[in-house]
């Protein structure tokens, strides 16, 4: 598909003009507006996306302190998958797939005739609003027709991927008492195939409240009897009920049950895909990612925008590096997407394939899940000249971005283009003052609608203040080290309780990372800051494929970041641990080198690569 030449947000700006008189000059102002009359802005974005209420709102925005009190739409009921299946239409796919086996393309009817047969299952197990289906698949079009199935009742979704660990998925779904366990038996990854019988068995035995399982690969070939939408049961909502839940990591803790509203994540997500990455209806979407991963259920809302989602459960360098390019050009990909790090290894790769197809159908190029550095944007716009490279930051807790995308401003490589409309961004000091052009905390100054609902098991919003309001009593702390910039943009530095704070001077470990980057011979790297009573101490981790010079790494730290953070100890190691959605695992590395034991300060079950972490364990304990 061709791009429109006018962007969904230039069309809404025009909207905002006709419809409320409102009118600015540049970005900056309109996204002030959007903050300080959330009312009529979030009004406005139902109106232009024409919202579906089947009971109108009384109140749109009724700000509270504390900020999770405040009441959106208030009154309003909708549903989710109505507005997902009104885009029905025979003139593309719903779904395209690509696994290590097939390529397929689903249609509108046979999502539709899916969902209706696993909807009736759940029916039959008496599944109704705000009951709790949870599932263990993979990224798939019958995983995605089991989701469509669940939120269509009124019910509850949470899912993990089948390479969590059966402790990290019963510690996660045991919380939820959840009646459904949807799961696939077997996958292929990597070229390998996977049995899951045994762990599904475990996982059920560990869940006493689940009443049935029902298998996914009995429902992966989309061939059953032909229904309308009319056959589908939708149950309307209020508009803050309860759409998924959402888990952090796990790395540091048991992980926290986030639940999210479901008008917020339709009104946010039509918001954040259609004006800020350009999605339009009949583009083909596509992120890669596992089910347990919010970005899986970010794309979900692609098909909100009437565009065609593309999905992948293979490996994504399997059975070549470019794999993933090979399914994007394949199925004519305009939005692909993917974490940072994936980028950074898939440019430092060659690739005929790569260098010889025509990608000008790309429109974007969307990366997250860890900063990405000003040199591998560079090497990407000079890849794909004609797509928009947009870096987004968020996170689990509220399923979106706070900063990202905007179709008509230019790509700084480094920063992230905005601050998205309706997002209260903030970089404050540690004195809780506003501050420009300096690193600090990122902090949401007042409420946001996709901030999570409420945590599961958490009645009176202890764990819920404790998470996020702890620095900062009267906002949002989320926890990133991030500077505003003057062009507008936003630079993240990293976590800010993994930042390196040496004598006065305070770097995001991204920076550190984009510095050895730069070093050809370092695959990867992994820094932390051991600072108590006793000992003020940077360790360098470097994975590399040859003998590393430390004196040369040493130098190249002291030139492009400071001569304060060249580090004090450095080891050579096998590989970097990393958690399954893709962030280096630096907490709990730094606390394991602190002297706390390994089952005290990470789940294996929640890493990528739990092996990586024996190194640390045999050297330090």
């Known amino acids: 598909m061709q791009p429109k030449t006018t962007s969904r947000l230039t069309e809404y700006i025009a909207f905002l003009a006709d419809q409320y008189g409102v009118k600015h000059t540049d970005y900056a102002a309109l996204h002030h507006w959007s903050i300080t009359e959330q009312g009529v802005f979030w009004a406005s974005i139902a109106r232009f996306f024409s919202i579906d209420f089947d009971t109108p709102y009384e109140e749109v925005f009724v700000p509270q302190n504390p900020f999770w009190e405040t009441k959106w739409f208030h009154g309003a009921q909708l549903s989710y998958a109505h507005h997902i299946f009104r885009n029905a239409t025979t003139k593309r796919p719903a779904l395209i797939y690509q696994s290590e086996n097939e390529y397929t393309e689903i249609s509108w009817a046979q999502l539709i005739a899916k969902t209706v047969v696993l909807q009736q299952q759940l029916i039959e197990q008496g599944v109704g609003v705000g009951d709790y289906v949870v599932c263990y698949g993979i990224n798939s079009p019958e995983t995605v027709a089991a989701f469509l199935a669940t939120n269509a009742l009124g019910a509850v979704w949470s899912s993990c991927s089948p390479d969590f660990g059966t402790h990290a998925v019963c510690e996660r779904f045991g919380q939820l008492n959840p009646k459904v366990l949807f799961a696939h038996r077997q996958y292929a990854y990597g070229g390998k195939s996977f049995d899951t019988t045994s762990k599904i068995a475990e996982i059920a035995a560990n869940i006493?409240?689940?009443?049935?399982?029902?298998?996914?690969?009995?429902?992966?070939?989309?061939d059953d009897a032909p229904k309308t939408r009319e056959d589908l049961s939708v149950t309307s909502l209020s508009f803050s009920a309860p759409i998924w839940v959402l888990f952090s990591s796990g790395t540091t803790g048991k992980p926290k049950a986030i639940v999210h509203g479901t008008g917020q994540m339709l009104l946010e997500h039509l918001k954040a895909l259609a004006l800020h990455q350009h999605v339009d209806a009949g583009d083909r979407y596509f992120w890669y990612s596992t089910t347990g991963w919010m970005m899986w259920n970010y794309a979900l809302s692609s098909l909100l925008c009437g565009a065609t989602l593309c999905l992948s459960s293979a490996a994504p360098s399997y059975p070549t590096t470019d794999a993933l390019w090979q399914f994007a050009a394949r199925a004519n990909i305009n939005h692909f997407g993917g974490g940072a790090v994936y980028f950074q290894q898939q440019m430092e790769c060659s690739s005929s394939f790569l260098d010889n197809t025509d990608f000008s159908f790309l429109k974007t190029i969307g990366a997250t899940g860890?900063?990405?550095?000003?040199?591998?944007?560079k090497r990407l716009q000079q890849q794909f000249p004609k797509s928009n490279i947009v870096?987004?930051?968020?996170?689990?807790?509220?399923?979106?971005?706070f900063v990202g995308g905007h179709p008509d401003l230019p790509v700084i490589p480094g920063e992230i283009q905005c601050k998205m409309l309706g997002a209260p961004v903030e970089i404050w000091n540690e004195h809780g003052e506003e501050i420009s052009n300096t690193p600090g905390e990122l902090v949401l100054s007042a409420p946001f609608l996709a901030?999570?609902?409420?945590?599961?098991?958490d009645p009176n919003f202890e764990r819920y203040q404790k998470s996020y309001y702890s620095k900062f009593k009267s906002v949002w702390n989320h926890g990133d080290w991030a500077a505003t910039t003057e062009n507008g943009g936003i630079i993240i530095y990293?976590?800010?309780?993994?930042t390196l704070n040496r004598h006065g001077v305070r770097i995001g470990t991204a920076e550190l990372y984009a510095a050895l980057d730069q070093l050809h011979e370092i695959t990867d790297s992994l820094v932390v800051h051991l600072l108590d009573e006793n000992q003020d101490k940077l360790v360098l981790f470097v994975q590399?494929?040859?003998?590393?010079?430390?004196d040369i790494i040493k130098t190249h730290i002291r030139n492009s970041c400071s001569p304060r953070h060249v580090p004090d100890a450095m080891y050579q190691i096998p590989e970097i641990p990393y958690t399954i959605s893709g962030k280096k695992v630096e907490i709990p590395v730094k606390r394991i080198l602190l002297g706390e034991k390994l089952e005290d300060v990470v789940s294996l079950d929640a890493l990528k690569n739990p092996h990586a972490m024996q190194w640390f364990l045999k050297i330090f304990q």
């Open 208 to 222: 006493p409240a689940l009443e049935a399982t029902i298998f996914l690969d009995l429902h992966a070939t989309f």
């Open 370 to 377: 860890s900063p990405l550095s000003a040199a591998v944007c």
């Open 391 to 401: 870096s987004l930051s968020g996170g689990t807790d509220v399923c979106t971005a």
């Open 451 to 457: 901030m999570p609902v409420c945590l599961v098991n």
């Open 494 to 498: 990293g976590r800010s309780d993994a």
């Open 544 to 550: 590399s494929e040859s003998n590393i010079n430390e």
